[in-house]
Structure formats: C-alpha cells, structure tokens
C-alpha cells in the first residue's frame, strides 16, 4: 500500500498545484509540481525496496506522470503567461500535453517488452525532468525580470512547445540507476543534498534555475555522445 499511498499522494500535489495556478500563486504551484516530481522519484524506489512492484502501481504510476507533468505545469504556465495569447498560447498547452502522453506510452511498451530490465539510459527526456524544464520561463521572469519580462509570453509558448519535441525525441537521458554512492562517500551526500533542500526552501527560485540549467547541461552533454550510450533503434 505504501507505495500506492506515495502516488496518490503525488496525484493530490499535481492537482493541487493547478488550484493555486488558478488562484494565481505561481510560486506555490510551481513546489507542489516539485513536489510530486520528488514523490514520483520516491514511490519506485519505495516499491523495489518492499518487493511490493505490481501492474496496478505502474498504471497508476503512469497516470500520475500525466496530471503531474503533462498537464499542470502546462495549465500553470498557460494561466501566470499565455491567457492575453488566447488560442496561441493553449495550442502550446496542448502539444506539451500530447507529448508527455506520447512519452509516457512509449515508456510502458518499451518497460513491457523488456520486462525486469534496468534501464540506464532513458530516449527523450522523461516526464519529471519534462515539467522541471518546462517552468523555466516561470523561475527566469523571477530571477531575472528586467530581461524575461518583455518576452514572457512568446518565450513561455516557444519553450513549452520545445521541452514537448525532446520528450518525445530519442536524445538519451540519464537514468537515476547510474548514480551510484559508495558507502564513504555517503554520509557527503546525505548532508549536500540536506543543504540543497535547506537552499530550495530559502531561495527557492534561484536553486530551481540553478538545477534546470544543470540538467540541460546534462542533456546537451548526453545529446552529443549519443552514438556511444544507446543503441540506434532506441
């Protein structure tokens, strides 16, 4: 039940993320998001430890995926930037969201065929990295408004439309099975990653910044050794 708790609970942050989107707390929308992307991250994990993985858990799993990261941020980022764009600005919201169903389906085939199989190399971005990128324009006009604020609404439509083509692209992307911690390591990591929630929690908007620019690093990094990671037909 633990781990099924866990997705239900990242469903009721997703959702209750475009509530605030609706209410106009984009900073509050935009944690809960993150929110659900740590429990995603968590109820896997959780599962294999228990040896509770069953079929339920995954639909359920990949439903979550959806309303989390195809849906609200798309909603969030169309209601704080794209409403004064009307039509333009929802075709964007769209084709974000058909993209994180189309990455989401091609994911469980792929899990299906190959079932048991650990996979070190994701093709395309997956969800939760999705939505993270994709609230990028939301955390720059935060940061930086002097420079974001007048091109705000055509940047956000551009960038949601973007960050859809590389979920459903064959770019790889790392799995989080490649990070491994050797146990003297371990006690450096516990306390960097206790100091990264204690930065997230007091400067919220520069830390986000700081790891979606990471993360494309990482991407732009992955895209350029492609050959040498996963296999063609992937």
Same mark, same amino acid.
């Given at each position: 039940m633990l781990p099924n708790l866990m997705t239900l609970g990242a469903i009721c942050a997703g959702l209750t993320s475009v509530r605030f989107a609706f209410d106009g707390n984009a900073g509050l929308s935009? $944690? !809960?998001i993150v929110l659900a992307a740590v429990l995603d991250g968590l @109820?896997?994990? #959780? +599962? %294999? *430890?228990l040896k $509770?993985? $069953?079929?339920?858990? +995954?639909? !359920? @799993?990949s439903l979550a995926d959806f309303v989390n990261f195809g849906v609200a941020p798309g909603l969030l980022l169309y209601l704080w930037a794209l409403q004064s764009g009307r039509s333009a600005g929802w075709i964007a919201v769209l084709i974000f969201a058909i993209c994180c169903a189309m990455r989401l389906a091609r994911y469980n085939v792929m899990s299906r065929k190959e079932p048991g199989k650990k996979q070190m190399y994701f093709s395309g971005v997956p969800a939760p990295g999705g939505a993270l990128l994709v609230l990028m324009p !939301? #955390? *720059? +006009? %935060? #940061? !930086?408004p002097e420079i974001f604020q007048p091109v705000l609404h055509t940047f956000a439509g551009i960038w949601l439309v973007l960050v859809g083509m590389m979920m459903? $692209?064959?770019?790889?992307t790392p799995s989080p099975k490649l990070l491994k911690v050797s146990r003297d390591k371990a006690a450096y990591v516990m306390v960097a990653s206790v100091g990264l929630i204690a930065a997230f929690f007091t400067y919220p908007w520069p830390v986000v910044l700081a790891v979606e620019l990471g993360y494309l690093a990482i991407l732009a990094r992955f895209a350029l050794r492609r050959k040498h990671l996963i296999p063609e037909e992937n």
């Open positions: 935009m $944690s !809960l @109820d896997g994990t #959780v +599962a %294999r *430890l $509770s993985e $069953s079929e339920i858990g +995954a639909e !359920l @799993d !939301l #955390v *720059l +006009a %935060r #940061v !930086l459903i $692209s064959t770019i790889p």
